[in-house]
């Protein structure tokens, strides 16, 4: 069965500081891919996502995810978080066979001034 | 208003009280999806709708019953609940039908206690 996994519950980084969130993922085939994030009070928001091509994909608000097939990831980063970056982030898969997303369990980024 | 809209933002109910949740997209998406999102769990898909049609009910119990009278409004109508169902519950949506590469757009949700 197709699985998703955010190994960090949270992570806690400095103000100016870089960061990665992890996702790796279970399935056979190369899935669609997602980052989400939930801002305290609001729904999800799509960061990235990636179908094929490149495998360094660029979103919003300066964050940038890098699929390797090697190693069933999709990592999250930005160069240089900003205290509004404090939240909660969601990788999600995708997978032809069926519709619906398989979502990680979340990793909440807590930001230091 | 914009993007997908839910009413109540916060609800507190008994076990036997009897409530409805509410959420309205203005995007003109096809598909809508109610999710519960419980602390430290993935995101649980609860009912999909696709052009008012209800296409999945992943073996959600019977006290929750879901309504799409139209492509823009979703209901979730609650009933004798339990202290386990309190959780975040989100509405999304997504334009065409459901699928698995589809952005979905989510409202800013629902916290359900029940007491």
């Known amino acids: 069965a197709q699985s998703v996994t955010q190994p960090d519950i949270h992570i806690t980084v400095s103000e100016g500081a870089s960061l990665e969130l992890r996702c790796n993922y279970s399935y056979g085939a190369t899935p669609y891919l997602f980052w989400y994030v939930q801002s305290p009070g609001q729904g999800l928001q799509l960061l990235l996502k990636y179908f094929s091509g490149d495998t360094l994909v660029q979103g919003i608000k300066g964050f940038e995810a890098e699929f390797k097939r090697s190693q069933s990831s999709f990592n999250l980063r930005k160069p240089s978080v900003h205290w509004s970056d404090a939240a909660e982030y969601f990788c999600?898969?995708?997978?032809?066979?069926?519709?619906?997303?398989?979502w990680g369990a979340g990793t909440k980024l807590i930001i230091k001034p | 208003e914009t993007g997908v809209t839910q009413t109540p933002r916060h609800l507190v109910m008994g076990m036997t009280n009897k409530k409805s949740l509410k959420c309205e997209q203005h995007l003109g998406h096809n598909a809508m999806y109610w999710y519960k999102q419980s602390a430290k769990k993935p995101l649980e898909l609860m009912f999909v709708y696709n052009f008012k049609e209800q296409t999945e009910n992943n073996s959600v119990p019977s006290r929750f019953s879901p309504e799409c009278p139209n492509s823009s409004h979703l209901f979730l109508h609650l009933h004798t609940l339990q202290p386990e169902d309190s959780a975040l519950y989100l509405c999304?949506?997504?334009?065409?039908?459901?699928?698995?590469?589809?952005?979905?757009?989510f409202g800013p949700g629902t916290r359900l206690t029940v007491l």
């Open positions: 999600a898969v995708g997978v032809d066979s069926n519709y619906q997303l398989i």
């Open positions: 999304a949506s997504s334009p065409g039908g459901p699928s698995s590469y589809n952005e979905q757009f």
